[in-house]
């Protein structure tokens, strides 16, 4: 086995490509290495190529120049913008690059059954970056279910607090807020919930039923004195829980520069922020934008052997930990996204699971989640061995079409099945 660490080209540089991803070659360096990277936007085309010393040769304004030349590296990385997966993942695929592709797969149905077709049956390795699945926090969970303890699995409950900040950050003034740029709430952010459940329960989910809506975050609840952008606005200081002159200019004050300051603006003084929040759509009140995506779902899943299933995303909160009970015939679960308690019904006794202190060494988002998946993902490629990867192109169209089915049945008030 070599040791030469695995080469990767990075398809879209931006915040989950090239800070949220890439780190991992720097702070391993003898196991990637990042050697080419396509980027439209210049700055972080040029960070990319700075942070790790790529040769100009390598580096490109368009991936499909990339694509045109002989292979540059063992596997890419395709974190474009959602709608923009398609056609480099299946250039890169056909190209025989082992592919690493951001969630989610694609915005639509075909397009997500042509790129698992175009994986299908390849020596090549590809994994979604579904990135809960690589977690200390849900691999105990799984396991635990696995083990038995709990009997029989009658229900599970599943909650993403997606937190009132975010929401008005990603989904209402960002790049997720609108479905013909991106994709519904239920794809581009609940996916992994629905992959979650999927792996942790190990069984198919066979029909689906939704409702939600887009309730707060619209034209007619704009309060009175208003203005368009926040910047402007006499309700900024302390009157509106969705300032984003509050928000942003708190992180700035506090000296806190990563995500989400880090998507608004590549000036990081107070000047480069307050211009980003005048002139960009960050600044904009949340209620003058082009947002149409919900803010608030609820989806009832029937999977094999009679389990079923309930998830709830809403914005309305201040957490961000996703909670899930667990009900089966011999005990409950019960996770709040750091610590996992499990109750024997013969017993009596509650064991619990602080899983991120006894795993010690998590570090970056998703719980240790992305610096999870890059660490499989290269073992994955060096040892040639799909199985050390559980995000392949099967699973993940699975929980694609029943978020797919979600939104078919929230338009529609009818209970889907999942076709596969």
């Known amino acids: 086995m070599s040791s030469k660490p695995i080469t990767l080209a990075i398809c879209g540089a931006g915040s989950r490509g090239l800070l949220s991803y890439a780190p991992y070659a720097l702070k391993h360096p003898d196991e990637l290495k990042v050697v080419a990277v396509a980027e439209p936007r210049e700055w972080f085309r040029d960070e990319a190529m700075k ?6 040769k390598s580096v490109f304004s368009d991936w499909r120049e990339m694509a045109a030349k002989e292979k540059l590296a063992d596997a890419v990385l395709v974190a474009t913008q959602d709608s923009l997966h398609k056609e480099p993942a299946i250039a890169f695929i056909k190209k025989n690059y082992d592919v ?35 977690t200390p926090y849900f691999r ?16 599970v409950r599943h909650i993403e607090p997606v937190g009132f900040w ?24 609940s996916c992994h919930d629905m992959d979650i459940l999927l792996f942790i329960l190990g069984k198919k989910c066979l029909r689906i039923s939704s409702f939600g809506s887009l309730m707060h975050f619209r034209k007619e609840n704009k309060p009175k004195n208003a203005e368009a952008r926040c910047l402007d606005c006499p309700l900024a200081d302390n009157k ?48 003058s934008c082009d947002n149409d995506v919900v803010d608030h779902q609820i989806v009832s899943m029937l999977f094999e052997n009679e389990t079923t299933a309930s998830f709830t995303m809403t914005a309305f909160t201040p957490k961000m930990h996703r909670e ?8 409950c679960l019960r996770g709040d996204g750091n610590i996992i308690k499990v109750t024997n019904f013969l017993t009596g006794r509650t064991d619990e699971f602080d899983v991120n202190r006894e795993s010690g060494d998590i570090t970056g988002g998703h719980g240790g989640g992305d610096e999870g998946l890059m660490k499989d993902f290269v073992k994955a490629v060096r040892a040639r061995d799909f199985s050390l990867l559980s995000s392949g192109p099967e699973v993940s169209l699975e929980s694609h079409m029943m978020a797919f089915a979600a939104e078919r049945s929230r338009r529609n008030n009818t209970v889907e099945r999942i076709e596969l």
């Open 324 to 331: 899930t009970d667990i009900f089966g015939s011999l005990g």
């Open 240 to 287: 509106c829980p969705y300032s984003a002159k509050a928000f942003y200019m708190k992180m700035v004050n506090d000296g806190n520069f990563g995500w989400p300051l880090s998507v608004i603006c590549t000036e990081m003084t107070p000047v480069g922020v307050e211009k980003a929040l005048r002139k960009g759509p960050y600044g904009r009140c949340v209620y």
């Open 166 to 189: 975010h929401q008005a950050h990603s989904y209402v003034r960002g790049n997720w807020r609108n479905e013909k740029l991106s994709s519904p709430m239920i794809l581009s952010k």
């Open 100 to 134: 690493l592709l951001e969630k989610p797969m694609a915005c639509n149905e075909t397009d997500c059954r042509e790129i698992a077709e175009a994986a299908r049956g390849r020596k090549s390795i590809f994994a979604l970056c579904h990135v809960l699945r690589y």
């Open 51 to 56: 942070r790790h010393k790529i040769p100009a």
């Open 140 to 155: 105990r969970m799984k396991a635990i279910v696995e083990s038995g303890v709990l009997g029989q699995i009658a229900t």
